[in-house]
């Protein structure tokens, strides 16, 4: 089943293959006639002392050694490029599929273990496509035509020397089944080992910083050698199987000499047809061998097949609905309604939520970490989908708009800021060629990132290393905000999103803010209260359910749990 899909992706270049086919036939052909040849030069010529028909034999011989090369040069290059061909396509699927995945997928498969699917376990399937299976048949026919060539011979003869092949057949059986399961172990391995060191290299400040480097190599030792014993374990196999192989190979040779000598004594077999035979022993079993490599490869590659046809059946969970709707959202007015949701089964982050939000109306959400207000913004961006209840913008159900359309008109601000190895241009337009240079300018001038911009050698175009590490907290989140605010969003959401800057900084994104949110759905999800006392309403959750809704004044008014927050926060900045 998995080779059959494996094939699949040869559809589009079965013409190139197919005259691989040929060429690789042609190739066991010529390959097989020399013993062939060898009889007809020691029988006929030798003999005979027939010298010009000795020369003829050998010319004939050259000939085919050159031809052989030459073909054999086409075949290795066309294999290469229709494998190199395609990974590509393969690669592509591969990747294209997962930027579909559901923030779910990535929660419960760690990061190393995606990219294996993308690099590792595709390198892995180029030796099949480039030339295990073009090769493997090249060897199939090598054994027919020396099988054809050999009963032409002597039937008797070539009888004696198959008598090996049920011992050969029943070694060949153990060593496949003894590999496949090794393979399979390690190409698992394989990927935890990725995800170990992608998640260590990517929080290297906090292994150093704790001082985790001893538990963290003592860790990855442990794995590292887990993959070694396997590899060991794949190797002894290897290291059995092709000794036994060449023993085989070595008793049927055998076997020629005392039947084929008992033969020629008697003068019914010649000396040219044994040491034809013997040829043909030798040329017989190296394919053989070539095929148990050949099966080495395959099954590698069943065993990354398998890993990646897993990854490319993975469904989206969220998908749009059959009947979308475009360009529904003017305003950005946003209403939930008894909108229950669990990441996991039945324990529910939210429970019955309803809050409406008007167009143009600034909206905080605060309360204790792990109450949902983050879980608001992901369900409205629909990054996952709710168990039961409504999510509607400007009165449309959100499930009836498609997700990219939907996501056009929400931008957002978050604490852990992610920017991407390229240029500050290319981390605010994201490689949108529609986002004008007027536009990317009069963002950054709102976010007050101008001055910073102009003292870099560069300007747009200075460049950002990975995660921007070269650049500060604060001058990172002011990128974000330009990034959020240059797509002109009918929503805006800011997810903690002054937590982490200094003051100064801060100052300069609340003026921005202040003039930003002006006509526009703004959603405010932060710890400091201090921050938020101008919203239109806050909205205090606790323990995935609403407790309390009004403005600033009101909820102080009320006495409830906000009050119990403020005074609490209040009493922490005067002590700091």
């Known amino acids: 089943q998995i080779m059959r899909r494996l094939l699949s992706y040869f559809k589009p270049y079965y013409k190139h293959i197919i005259i691989a086919t040929i060429l690789t036939i042609t190739i066991s052909a010529l390959a097989a006639i020399r013993p062939r040849l060898t009889a007809v030069a020691i029988d006929d010529k030798i003999m005979n002392k027939d010298f010009p028909g000795l020369q003829s034999i050998v010319l004939i011989m050259l000939g085919t050694l050159i031809l052989q090369g030459i073909i054999q040069y086409g075949m290795t290059y066309l294999t290469s490029w229709i494998g190199q061909k395609i990974i590509y396509d393969l690669r592509k699927k591969i990747f294209d599929h997962i930027l579909k995945l559901d923030l779910k997928f990535f929660d419960r498969n760690p990061i190393g273990r995606v990219v294996t699917r993308v690099t590792g376990d595709v390198e892995v399937l180029f030796e099949v496509f480039s030339s295990g299976l073009v090769t493997a048949f090249g060897d199939i026919f090598l054994i027919l035509w020396v099988l054809y060539f050999m009963f032409t011979l002597d039937y008797k003869l070539a009888l004696v020397t198959l008598s090996v092949l049920p011992v050969l057949i029943y070694a060949t059986s153990v060593f496949r089944k003894r590999v496949r399961d090794s393979y399979r172990r390690i190409r698992i391995l394989v990927a935890k080992l990725n995800a170990y060191i992608q998640e260590h290299v990517t929080g290297i400040l906090i292994v150093q910083y704790f001082g985790k480097e001893k538990r963290t190599i003592a860790e990855f030792e442990t794995i590292n050698r887990d993959h070694t014993d396997q590899n060991n374990k794949s190797v002894f196999y290897y290291a059995v199987f092709f000794p036994i192989v060449e023993l085989i190979g070595a008793v049927s040779a055998g076997l020629i000499i005392w039947y084929g000598g008992g033969q020629v004594v008697q003068g019914t077999v010649s000396i040219g047809v044994i040491i034809s035979f013997i040829q043909f022993t030798e040329m017989f079993f190296r394919p053989i061998r070539d095929l148990s490599e050949k099966y080495n490869i395959l099954q590698t590659a069943m065993a990354s097949s398998e890993r990646i046809f897993s990854l490319l059946d993975e469904k989206p969970e969220i998908r749009d609905s059959d009947v979308n709707e475009r360009a529904v959202i003017k305003n950005g007015s946003i209403e939930f309604k008894n909108v229950f949701f669990a990441y996991n089964n039945d324990d529910f982050v939210l429970k019955n939520v309803s809050f409406k939000i008007n167009d143009g109306e600034k909206v905080a959400f605060v309360g204790a970490t792990g109450a949902g207000k983050s879980t608001i913004i992901n369900l409205l961006s629909r990054f996952y989908e709710i168990n039961s209840g409504m999510i509607s913008i400007d009165g449309t159900d959100i ?82 905000f330009a990034r959020a605010l240059v797509i002109d969003p009918k929503i805006l959401i800011l997810d903690e999103a ?79």
């Open 399 to 480: 499930k009836k708009i498609k997700q990219k359309e939907l996501r056009k008109y929400i931008a957002i601000v978050l604490q852990d800021v992610f920017l991407f190895s390229g240029s500050i241009r290319s981390n605010i337009t994201l490689g949108n060629k529609d986002i004008s240079e007027q536009s990317v300018l009069t963002a950054i001038d709102n976010v007050g990132l101008s001055r910073f911009i102009n003292s870099l050698p560069d300007k747009l175009d200075h460049p950002v290393n990975e995660r921007g590490s070269t650049l500060s907290v604060g001058q990172k989140q002011l990128i974000s």
């Open 498 to 576: 002054t937590s982490s800057v200094d003051t100064n900084t801060e100052m300069l994104i609340q003026d921005a803010i202040r003039k930003l949110i002006e006509g526009r759905t703004s959603i405010i999800i932060a710890h400091r209260l201090s921050t938020i006392q101008k919203c239109d309403k806050i909205i205090v959750m606790h323990k995935g359910e609403i407790k309390e809704m009004g403005t600033h004044q009101e909820l102080l008014e009320n006495n409830g749990l906000y009050y119990k927050l403020y005074q609490l926060q209040y009493k922490e900045e005067n002590i700091t």
